[in-house]
């Protein structure tokens, strides 16, 4: 079955770093991706839809610069977290759609963000 | 718009007995809906979807669900409740043409006791 891969599964970083999140399709090819952040006990928030070879499109009140998003081949996005500071901690899904048709998203096993 | 209300973010069930999961939602256009099981610090996996045809949904690990139109619902249920059930599960909308956008309920926490 389709398989979507997040990497890291868990980091840690300093206050005012940036941290890059992977998130990949392992045997399909994903023109489009999505990333949620899920907060403790929480449901999960789009934050934005990545799309191969073009900008992605940011969820309303979800900041551009912060949350860096690039999505250069059919198989890869990347969450860029610029100079993060500690209410970004939070655990952040990927996914995306194998066959549109099928309505099916994917989703990674999640990359759990904690700054100190 | 769309919106997805799950009532009791906490049920606890003994093992063996019904489990009934709540969602309604809000579309206004006809909806996609799904269910998606979340084990502890793990992504979503999905149980089941309603897309069209027959409302009864049956999902994996014997879950199923029924779509009602006129009740705007759609509670997952499971004859005989097991302790690997144990785990976060979420209702989700999405709307046919809406760029298949999930929204997803605040999700329901599932206890099973022995």
Redesign the interface.
Known sequence: GAV?S?HP?WVICKSGTSVKIECRSLDFQAT?M?WYRQFP??????MA?SNEGSKATYEQGVEKDKFLINHASLTLSTLTVTSAHPEDSS?Y?C?A?RD?AK????????T?LSVL | AQSVTQLGSHVSVSEGALVLLRCNYSSSVPP?LFW?VQYP??????LL?Y?TGATLVKGINGFEAEFKKSETSFHLTKPSAHMSDAAEY?CAV?ERGG?????????T?LKVEL
Do not use: D, W
């Open positions: 979507v997040q599964s489009t999505f006990k929480q449901s999960l928030m789009l839809t655990f899904i996914s759609y549109l309505n099916i998203q994917y989703f990674g096993a999640g759990r | 996609y998606y610090n793990q992504g979503l996996q999905l979807k897309t979420f999405s760029g298949n956008k999930l929204t997803f309920g605040t999700g926490q």
